[in-house]
């Protein structure tokens, strides 16, 4: 049986959570930081999960993950 290709793309971007759920780190946080609110820059610190059907298209993408 062939092995299943691993798209690193999406591995690199891409952690599961203890609960089993994708998550991801969120844009707009690497420069031009000075005309962004501090408020703006405190939520995109946070990590965020990847919703229900964008879970299945990425789990095709890292098998095993």
């Known amino acids: ?19 089993g759920k994708l998550k991801f780190k969120r844009a707009n946080l ?5 005309k962004k609110k501090k408020k703006k820059k405190r939520h995109l610190r946070k990590k965020k999960i990847v919703n229900k059907i964008n879970t299945k298209i990425l789990i095709k993408g890292i098998p095993y993950l």
């Open 30 to 34: 690497r420069h031009i930081l000075t």
């Open 1 to 19: 049986m062939l092995k299943i290709k691993t798209i690193h793309a999406i591995k690199k971007r891409i952690k599961k959570n203890s609960s």
